[in-house]
């Protein structure tokens, strides 16, 4: 009777040396027995294909993987390059017996150090003096730097050419192990068993990492977040450097720690001891990870929200309305109407464009006097749906003026107050600016101007005032009871020199007010404009705060009178703004230009009523129709027609010549854009949502690089030879975190070929997460019978059955009551055949009959959809009554 196999049983002697593949599901080990062997990381077996290569002569010191898949070893007298693929090997050899050797994270750098201390790159032919009295270890960053460590001095950097960048001076008894974070900026080394910290940018200066004191290993994770130490006897530390905190504990075999790697991911560690032992470790918990029985995976949904990335290619057009919003050569007034089916992405362009709009008007304030573009711009966004139970107009009008104002006022008080100041502000610079003003008049309206500039800062000067009066009531004491001594001298000292920050402040006061006041400047000019600005706001939010409250008491009835009140204060903010910017350009376009342009970008309209969204209609139409606003609207333009023909069924209604909600829309907007429906662009969507076994490393993790051959991935752990005591760290109760999901590529491919049954992104995000939902409960042992060993298995019986579940629920219902038909039996596509023809033209399963058509043959069984249609049916409330018990 066989035993089943033990997990990473199979080196004779210690393993120095580990690698992760890019996928994160493979991992390469190699040490003292010369022998590189290939593992599946999650059961912790040999791979049944090229699963080893015997090609060195000694022990193996260093491990990459690249991008595409071939293995990087380094040894004492050769490096291996071997073609996993096609189970091929190329070797290069050193120049000399090397007692360490490390490999760059992206593998583009080899260094290497001999018996004499000299500095070797193997792949580049070259080498040169260390500089050391004694070398002990070797690491190199991402870019190329070389670090040493060892005596005299501790640690010495440089560039590939032997150029010094940094060195580290100290004191050591012990061999010294190193390792450099990715990008070059800290450096971690062991001295006398304790783990010590260098961050370069701090300057030259190392802090220990508390919490062990045996410290052999070291290795720094691919996003250069953590430190890892491993002990003499077993142990393993994980830093977070930045963190003042303790460190996450381990406990291995009673082994001397020799190697470690990180997943690309950065949560599973692997480490490799002296007497062969491999073990893997989650690195946010501390905990082990059996090989076998890992959890099951993270699902790891994805959100409806709104997205500032750009997954369907709406890159063009957002930039092209973008452009026609902020051109300084369109005419506003300007309403956009855009249009697009529910869940078709209108929440997630209108944010794209919101930002664009940003980026160019930014631009454009590098020399706005030049710009083509407006560059003094306020945008305000508006989500209907949230004021569907409130008064509308009140809610949008409020918003409106909430962001115009900056910062906005919370009560009609406060607003009155602050209008009041601006006013007093605006004739005391017009005052300045008049060159028929008195002496005296310009003298009060300096001074005014003096005194408001000392209340901006008067919390400052209260309390250097408070601490001058202390100071000067301790030097007058002191001189009281001991006269004129050292003492009474300090005293006054310091109280004069607290005294100056106020005295300071007061004069600059005064001369900033004097050198606005001097003489008619550009800069005069712009305060006045400015403030002419600041006025127009602040009486039109006094007003509109004294209308709303009114409107809030009251009825709807009286709420209709608000529209009057808002207009007007629209229209005189709108002609404040055009007044203001003509006399910047008359000025001659110095400084920053006043206010051009409010865009108003109103959202969730087709979910609020017929009455609410023709509200909103009105409000586009009659108060946003002046030209300082752009108002963009994001609706289903099914929903506004419903709305049009319910709301204004007596207007348009009656004879065929009468007018048409149409030509109501087309009074309101000047610009109708519609959404382009899914194409090819789909596909790539769903690639974004479908994190795959060989799928790119998440971001915040460096990308290999491909332009070398030996473009590694892992980070390689140095060894020193001589130990401190132990300091054993507790074995952890901790349970390891799960893994995030992953599907196979045959997965995401038949995804795709699906996805056409889906209108909108909303329904293939819904699609996605549906699956990955279902997919998260298939076990290890289970998956290989779920996709099929021609990957044609049950998960093609699920994904048919959701995507028809998302894309027409009642179909669905219809589909599984014929698969559950008891003398039912034959192929999937017979009983869609079936169904096509029972049905009208266009329907679902013609589009499902198409595909399954033009593709490879599915999985066909009747009897597998039969099995999985009781759990795909939990998933809709028109299906849900068709679940089954388990």
């Known amino acids: 009777m066989s035993t089943a196999p033990q997990p990473f049983a199979g080196h004779q002697g210690g393993v120095r040396a580990i690698a992760v593949f890019p996928d994160g599901s493979r991992i390469v080990t190699g040490g003292d027995d010369s022998t ?23 022990q193996v010191l260093a491990l990459a993987v690249t991008e595409n898949e071939r293995v990087i070893s380094c040894g004492r007298l050769i490096v ?87 060195r580290l001076d100290g004191p050591t008894l012990n061999d010294v192990a190193v390792a450099v974070s990715p990008d070059g900026t800290f450096v971690v080394y062991t001295a006398r068993g304790r783990v010590r910290y260098w961050n370069r940018l701090q300057g030259d200066r190392a802090v220990e990492l508390p919490g062990c004191e045996d410290a052999v290993t070291l290795c720094v994770t691919p996003d250069g977040r953590q430190v890892i130490a491993g002990g003499d006897n077993g142990g393993i530390w994980a830093w977070d450097p930045d963190a003042a905190a303790d460190p996450i504990t381990m406990r291995g075999e009673d082994s001397l720690v020799q190697a470690f790697a990180v997943t690309p991911d950065c949560r599973r560690l692997i480490s490799g001891t002296e007497d062969g032992a491999i073990q893997v470790w989650d690195l946010t918990t501390g905990a082990e990870v059996s090989p076998g029985t890992m959890q099951n995976p993270q699902v790891g949904l994805s959100s409806d929200q709104e997205s500032a990335l750009d997954l369907l290619e709406f890159a063009d057009d957002v930039e092209s309305l973008a452009a026609l919003i902020t051109d300084r050569e369109t005419d506003p007034p300007l309403a956009i109407a855009l249009l697009g089916r529910w869940g078709s992405g209108k929440s997630s362009f209108l944010r794209q464009l919101q ?32 004021y569907n139970d409130d008064q509308l107009w009140v809610g949008l009008v409020e918003h409106l003026f909430a962001g115009l104002a900056d910062p906005a006022p919370a009560t009609v008080e406060a607003v009155r107050t602050e209008r009041d100041a601006v006013r007093q502000k605006l004739r005391d610079l017009e005052t300045l600016a008049d060159p028929k003003a008195g002496g005296g008049r310009r003298t009060k309206a300096r001074l005014r101007l003096w005194w408001v500039a000392l209340k901006e800062s008067n919390g400052r000067l209260a309390w250097a005032g408070v601490g001058v009066v202390l100071l000067a009531a301790v030097t007058w004491l002191a001189w009281r009871i001991s006269g004129n001594n050292v003492l009474s001298w300090v005293l006054g000292v310091a109280t004069a020199i607290a005294a100056s920050p106020i005295l300071d402040r007061v004069i600059a006061a005064w001369r900033a007010v004097r050198g606005v006041a001097g003489r008619r400047t550009a800069r005069l000019d712009e305060s006045v404009r400015d403030t002419r600005m600041r006025l127009a706001n602040l009486d039109a939010a006094e007003r509109l705060a004294l209308a709303i409250e009114d ?42 230009p006043p206010l051009e342009r409010v865009i108003l970008y109103i959202d969730d309209l087709d979910r609020c009523t017929p009455r609410k969204v023709v509200d909103v209609l009105a409000a586009v139409h009659l108060l946003l129709a002046l030209p300082l606003f752009v108002v963009v609207v994001a609706v289903d333009p099914r929903w506004l027609r419903r709305c049009l023909d319910q709301y204004y069924a007596e207007l348009f209604g009656g004879t065929d010549g009468g007018a ?35 799928g790119p490393v998440p971001a915040g993790v460096p990308a290999a690089g491909t332009s070398s051959p030996y473009a590694g991935t892992q980070p390689t752990a140095t060894t020193s030879g001589t130990t401190q005591p132990s300091t054993r760290a507790p074995r952890q109760q901790a349970h390891p975190q799960p893994q995030q999901l992953r599907l196979r590529e045959e997965e995401l491919r038949f995804i795709q070929r699906l996805r056409p049954l889906l209108d909108t992104p909303r329904a293939v995000k819904r699609f996605v997460n549906l699956y990955r939902l279902v997919r998260s409960a298939v076990t290890d042992d289970e998956l290989g019978a779920f996709i099929g060993p021609d990957a044609r298995g049950p998960y093609q019986a699920v994904l048919v059955l959701l995507a028809v579940l998302v894309a027409a629920p009642e179909d669905c219902r219809a589909l599984v009551t014929a698969v559950r038909e008891p003398d039912r039996a034959g192929r999937i596509a017979d009983l869609v055949g079936e169904l096509e023809r029972n049905s009208p033209a266009g329907s679902v399963w013609t589009r499902l009959q198409n595909m399954l058509r033009e593709g490879d043959p599915i999985h066909d069984n009747l009897t597998t959809y039969r099995r999985w249609a009781g759990t795909v049916m939990r998933f809709s409330f028109e299906t849900w009554d068709l679940t089954e018990p388990r």
């Open 36 to 58: 590189i062997r290939l593992w599946d990381l999650r059961t912790g077996l040999l791979l049944s294909v090229h699963h080893e290569h015997r090609d060195h002569r000694d």
């Open 80 to 166: 291996v390059d071997w073609d996993v693929a096609n189970d091929t090997t190329s070797t290069i050899p050193h120049t000399t017996r090397v007692t360490d050797i490390a490999i760059s994270l992206r593998g583009d750098a080899i260094a290497a150090v001999d018996l004499a201390g000299t500095v070797l790159q193997p792949t580049r032919g070259q080498g040169r003096p260390g500089e050391h009295r004694r070398i002990d270890s070797i690491a190199v960053s991402m870019n190329g730097e070389i670090v040493t460590a060892g005596i005299a001095p501790l640690i010495r950097i440089t560039d590939r050419s032997g150029n010094e960048l940094g």
């Open 355 to 386: 930002d664009s709009v940003g980026r160019l008007t930014e631009q454009g304030r590098q020399n706005p006097a030049r710009s083509v573009f407006t560059t003094a711009v306020r945008q305000v966004r508006f989500d209907a749906w949230h």
């Open 551 to 592: 409107a809030r008491t009251g009825g709807y009835d009286q709420y209709r009178g608000l529209l009057g009140h808002v207009h007007a204060d629209l229209r005189r903010l709108s002609d404040s703004a055009r007044q203001a910017f003509g006399e910047w350009g008359r000025a001659g376009s110095s400084g920053p």
């Open 660 to 694: 048409s909600p149409l030509d109501y829309l087309d009074k309101i907007f000047q610009v109708v854009f519609a959404l382009r429906p899914m194409g090819e662009e789909g596909d790539r969507f769903v690639a974004s949502l479908v994190p795959t076994e060989s």
